[in-house]
């Protein structure tokens, strides 16, 4: 505990200079619902309904990780951006990720690196590699009952690293409110989809400068390259198709 | 005893033990041939590589002789001695044989240990009695070998390998008259050479000496008159001696035992601070660490070894001592506690200052910083818990990945181009659905499937984990041939399937016909279907 604490203290101390970096993340769904962008150098968490069953947002936070590691291509691509240099991390203690499906979601497989810490170190490994100057993304399922000073020390690791967290957690079921340190929260359910499409929706639930509450439905085309995620808004079902398909042609045709 | 050696689809003998030679049995010979001469010979497999282990073992022992040993092979004539040469040391050349060579046109490879015994003779007395003690050492070991002491490392290897079993020894003076009656052979010459000398009826290297100088490289090449000089002392030959490296190592003994992890960080600090001086006098950096706790001996708890691997080599104090502290957290002296503390560097590299200055680069700096992460996951995870992915070509889903072979240089970053070169893989993948979660062993699901042929329906309703999945959306099947090649030669028929709430699964269908014996006693086929659960699209 002595050593918890002073490690603690060493992550207080820090320099100027070290806020948070607002960006847009080249989804639209997302970047309508915050329009500031998402903070860099923080932690974001993707809630999900136990309830439903085991579904993990796995994808969206795939293709949020994809936008923020500046592999989306479009117009404004963000060339400074300080996370296009660095890797993505996935805890996966349960040993089921597919990385294939990860490089067919347009993420080289160089810039992955898979990390398959056991129940009891999943905090403290996410810790780490938050902490991490070369870690662009952490991507992580984070245990029930986490304390004010687990979440609290994800974010000060973040915010050290200038990384950002993509952090997965169930949804607490008593609707009290959970102990969190996160910059945004976001809601995922699954939604009805068809034959080639999967849909999320997904609701923004905290977030500074955001529509709270609101929520867009995420589809994941299979007809297309998988990459392509549309984006509508709810409940209007207006088709919001953007620059990622486009590229995707070209690159096909290519 | 024969060794047996093969080139290509041919089995012949490399060397033959003494009484398979006195059974007609010779090096070259085909396998098929010797034992049709020898049938009750015993076969060994030709293995060169723990050979040259095994000399140079023997070499190192040599070294309670003198400092300076050399592994020779006779056939590396054209080897380029790196170390500058001193003139005329009279030298000891020991050619040990497992086998006896049969004659002089025998075994192309036969090794040899070189020892510069310049000074050290008078330690045992006189070269003689140093030749008596190698020569009874050599025969403890039960290696039948010769030794030969001579001025020059030409002349031993030559007096070596013709002379006699007894220790032959020459000094500078009587050094013509023995070599002169040696056959041509014992100058370490290339066998065209050897076949040309015998050709013009020189047999021995008297008669080569007899000859004119000048026209000894016109006919035969320089490296006839090399060797000539060499064997005579007229030019000087160099040894590569073994080199013997002190292991980078610190290690402590305590006086009482410490069990506190304070106590066991402070020492290993401090043992740590006298590897890191170590490795900067060597201009080396680590790739291993071995940690080393032992208790006292009146106990018998074993030692506790960790060992922390390196992605690139490193000598920083402060980032080495973080990983030990890592790797030492969960460290348990018990009540005993420890009385011993070693670090040992086993694996070592070269590492230059010019990296160093690489550092100034933020994307390095970022690249160097993420493999100290990777260090320190390992060094608390298992070295198993952190993989790097890399595709590979297959038709099986579970076979379209494996974990990436680490870079083991220390220029090259951990950015392996190896992903981007497989573009076939990556098209195969990009057209098909394939889920993120991957279930390492299939589950396999009770499932209702419709139309009722369960060969051809598809699923309607599934079972998992004593949960019913209604399934509201059906895509496939995929079909996927099994690669029979690897044995794996079942064809399996993938579904994507979504339930009422929008879950995905990929499930998959195996079918296997075979037949049965039936009631009436001929056969007749039955089918069986199984499904399973391969993945989940989350």
């Known amino acids: 505990m002595r050593l918890i604490s002073c490690h603690d203290k060493k992550l207080h101390v820090q320099p100027p200079g070290l806020a948070p970096v607002c960006r847009g993340v080249s989804l639209s769904g997302w970047d ?177 400068g955001g529509h709270l509450g609101q929520s867009f439905l995420l589809e994941a085309r299979r007809a297309l390259a998988p990459e392509i995620a549309a984006v509508h808004p709810v409940p209007a079902p207006a088709a919001v198709v953007h620059h990622a398909s486009r590229a995707a042609q070209s690159r096909a045709s290519a | 005893v024969a060794v047996i050696g093969s080139t290509g689809q041919r089995r012949h003998i490399v060397d033959v033990s003494e009484p398979a030679n006195a059974q007609g049995v010779r090096p070259g010979m085909t396998l098929a041939e010797a034992r049709a001469l020898c049938p009750g010979m015993a076969c060994l497999e030709h293995d060169p590589a723990g050979d040259y282990r095994g000399l140079e073992a023997l070499g190192r022992w040599m070294t309670c002789f003198t400092p300076v040993v050399a592994v020779g092979w006779s056939d590396d004539v054209d080897s380029t001695p790196r170390m500058p040469a001193r003139r005329k040391p009279p030298r000891t050349g020991k050619s040990s044989n497992a086998a006896a060579v049969p004659d002089e046109s025998g075994a192309p490879v036969r090794p040899v240990l070189f020892l510069d015994i310049t000074g050290s003779e008078r330690l045992f007395g006189s070269a003689a009695q140093l030749a008596g003690r190698v020569t009874r050492a050599i025969e403890r070991f039960n290696i039948p070998a010769r030794i030969a002491i001579a001025p020059t490392v030409g002349a031993a290897w030559a007096l070596a390998s013709a002379g006699s079993k007894s220790a032959l020894i020459v000094d500078a003076d009587g050094l013509r008259d023995a070599l002169a009656p040696l056959p041509v052979m014992s100058l370490r010459l290339q066998e065209e050479i050897v076949a040309a000398l015998h050709h013009l009826g020189l047999r021995t290297i008297g008669q080569l000496l007899a000859l004119p100088r000048e026209q000894l490289p016109a006919r035969f090449g320089p490296t006839l008159l090399t060797r000539l000089d060499q064997a005579i002392g007229a030019k000087p030959e160099s040894l590569v001696p073994l080199s013997y490296e002190v292991p980078v190592a610190a290690r402590i003994e305590l006086d009482g035992p410490a069990s506190s992890l304070e106590a066991i960080w402070a020492i290993f600090q401090m043992l740590l601070r006298q590897i890191v001086q170590d490795l900067v006098r060597r201009g080396r950096g680590a790739r291993q660490l071995d940690l080393i706790c032992k208790f006292d001996s009146a106990s018998a708890r074993p030692d506790v070894i960790k060992v922390i691997h390196l992605s690139r080599p490193s000598r920083d104090f402060n980032a080495l001592f973080n990983l030990i502290r890592c790797a030492t957290e969960q460290l348990n002296g018990g009540r005993e506690g420890f009385v011993s503390f070693q670090i040992k560097a086993p694996v070592h590299e070269r590492i230059t200052e010019e990296q160093a200055s690489f550092a100034e680069d933020h994307v390095h700096q970022n690249e160097v910083q993420f493999d100290r992460l990777i260090e320190r996951l390992r060094v608390r995870l298992g070295q198993s818990a952190v993989v790097r992915p890399a595709l590979v070509e297959s038709y099986l889903p579970e076979r379209a990945w494996k974990p990436a072979a680490e870079s083991g240089s220390s220029t090259t970053t951990l950015t392996t181009p190896a992903v981007s070169s497989s573009t076939a893989a990556v098209e195969l993948l990009t057209k098909r659905p394939r889920p993120l979660h991957l279930l390492a062993t299939p589950a396999e699901v009770l499932v209702v499937s419709e139309p009722s042929d369960i060969s051809v329906g598809s699923p309607r309703q599934f079972t998992w984990n004593g949960r019913v999945y209604r399934v509201a959306v059906v895509a496939g099947p995929e079909r996927i041939a099994g690669e029979w090649w690897r044995g794996h030669c079942r064809t399996r028929d993938y579904y994507e399937v979504e339930d009422a709430k929008g879950l995905r699964f990929w499930l998959f269908r195996v079918i296997r016909r075979r037949m049965v014996p039936s009631h009436d006693g001929s056969n007749c086929p039955q089918t069986r279907v199984r499904w399973f659960l391969h993945g989940l699209f989350e």
């Open chain 1, 32 to 208: 309508d619902l915050i329009p500031n962008g998402l903070a860099r150098r923080s932690v974001h968490e993707l809630l999900f309904d136990r309830a439903v069953g085991h579904a993990l947002p796995s994808f969206p936070a795939l293709l949020l990780a994809r936008g923020m590691m500046g592999l989306v291509p479009s117009p404004d691509v963000h060339d400074d951006d300080s996370l296009s240099s660095r890797k993505l991390i996935w805890c996966d203690p349960g040993y089921t990720l597919y990385p294939p499906a990860v490089t067919a979601a347009g993420i080289p497989l160089d810039r992955l690196c898979i990390v398959r810490p056991s129940a009891t170190a999943v905090t403290w490994t996410v810790a780490e590699c938050l902490r991490c100057a070369g870690v662009g993304v952490v991507v992580a399922a984070l245990p029930a009952g986490l304390s004010r000073l687990d979440v609290r020390r994800l974010q000060l690791a973040a915010e050290r690293g200038g990384g950002v967290g993509l952090m997965l957690r169930q949804q607490s079921r008593t609707g009290r409110a959970d102990v969190y340190a996160a910059a945004t929260r976001w809601l995922i359910s699954p939604a009805p989809g068809d034959r080639t499409t999967q849909r999320w929706t997904v609701q923004l639930i905290h977030g500074h």
